[in-house]
């Protein structure tokens, strides 16, 4: 089963081709074949888990030879091990359930085969991505599943902020994208290799110097911070929500963000060499999980909050994998891609019945719409880390992780983003679902089953995927990974801490919004409009970034008209000068000519006699 | 006796008087007069060569008649043309004759 592990990534990619090819004919049944193919996915990816998961499995590589440069072989291929074993099943899973949503979601939508077949390049993107044996391959995928994110955040391509938004996307992650493209070329020049294993091998056998690892191991995680959205790139991933929902549950919230923790992750034992670097991961993290939590908490716009939060619970993977918690930060992974998603196709549901993505608007669509009520209700819970839901164990051993690496600032962080956390998530349900309608909503109406269906597989995998910690999850990651033994401390008290966060939060946010139900109208003043106004970062890069490129890019644009454009004007004046003066010999008068004639042979023969003579 | 230089003399000058009027005059008939002269200045030339020359023989006075029969052929074509033109833009002065142009 592990040799055929190729297939999965394959299915998308027909299904892309064909969707490309015959989508117009298909018209809404493109959705039957993204869905069958994303299903075939998902069974070879379940099968090729198990078999990985079995007593006594070993990691299965393969490849071939890609280009042969000089004395460089560039290989392609695809291997199985524990990580990508488990992203391959997180994937397929919540592409498939989206391919499921989508098709009532996007329902009437005239571009709906080319959504699907742009959904299908993705999940295409992000499996080859995810199974590729080494660096360059992975970055090639890499680059492709952030084209796939800028055409779907601009799916709406009509709208300005769409387009905005999809620009903004592209060059944001741009940024973090050349960091990578330096990292892994300076790991080639020292090494002379892009597979994983040899450059492990090549960090911990001291080829490479320390200060080495750490330049590149930093390099390498500035892609990563503008791929997941972390602090100060995180800018991007706000604004992608322009894009339909059921994209920013896949995308934005899922998978694709979900790479940069996921490339930190199998770069671990390159990050592990420096402890520079993992502090650096840490920091960046954790500043991440307590800034775009502390946003979370005053947007009104539901996907909004929601993304806000995905930034935030990026971070707290990144803190975790920074604190060597290398489990604890990729089963965080596992767990918030499914709660994630359910939130989002949740706030996808909401926003498709009642027609605004403000809060403020909403309340009391939980009557309506009693499924969407209460899956949003379980991925809430389980985001804020209520005991027995999927994410109360991934943030327990996240905070233990942090407690762990003696980082107390770093723990203390984690534990107010978590009150955060469970604040503005239920800040988010009180406003929408319960309390009476704030405006006139005469349409509310619970989705068809093919948008509930996923919701209520996520939500039941919401609850229980947080359990597999039992089964040995956790070693079964780590096992040849981590060198150490991963500090298996047990603190209740941190467990009572992580439960007493998650109460307080939902406690504050029923005393200020359950009761009530009202929301201020006031203009938000002094902390309030900080946070509102998101600390002012967009207007800080406004100005320090984006002023001086618009300005350098007027004077490139000066130089282009005036320099450029007078020598090529130039040249055009003189090829007309050229011609001008050809028609003026040309006047038709034969007089004229003749007189030419016998001036060039005066001078003929004048020069001929001077010959002579000289 | 006038030597060969007194010869070569009157034709450069009769055909330098041809060149000028031939570059210089408006009227179309003249332009063709001149034409005639220097077509003449060269048969002045070839005549005086064919008496003085190093190699004197006759082949230079039969070259003169052959030139004097294709001048009087020029002229008909020449004064033919000049009619058509007249008929055509009312008029046989050089410098309004541009159709060459075109």
Redo the contacts between chains.
Sequence with gaps: MLANAWLIPLFPLISFVLLVAFGRQLKEGAAYVGILSLLASFVVAVGVFFERFAEGAHDYITSFDWLNIGDFVFTMGFEVNQLNAMMLIVVTLVSLMVHLYSKGYMHGDERFPVFYSYLSLFTFSMLMLVISPNLLQAYIFWELVGASSFLLIGFYFFKPSARAAAKKAFLTTRVGDLGIFIGISLLFWQTGTFEYAAIFEAAHSGVLSPEFITLTSILIFIGAVGKSGQFPLHIWLPDAMEGPTPVSALIHAATMVAAGVYLVARLFPLFEASATAMLTVAIIGGVTAIFAASIGLVQNDIKRVLAYSTVSQLGYMMMALGSAGYVAGVFHLFTHAFFKALLFLAAGSVIHSVGTQDIKEMGGVGKHMPITKIVFLIGALAIAGVPGLAGFFSKEEILIATYDSGNVVLFWLALTAAVMTAFYMFRLYFLTFSGTPRHENHHVHESPIFMTLPMIILAVLAIFSGYVVYAGFGEWLAHGVISGEEGEGHHTWIMVLSIAAAFGGIGLAYLLYGRNNKVSTAEPKGLHKLLFNKYYVDEFYGTTVIKPYTLFGYVLKFFDKYVIGGLVQFTAWIAVAIGRLGQRLQNGQVQAYSLVTILGLVILLLSMTAGRLW | MVPLGGYLAVGAILFSIG?YG???KKNGII?LLSIELMLNAVNVNLVAFSRFGIAANITGQIFSVFTITVAAAEAAIGLAILVAIFRNKATIN??E??????
């Design positions: 060149v031939l570059l210089t332009v050089a410098s004759i541009d159709i060459m142009k075109r």
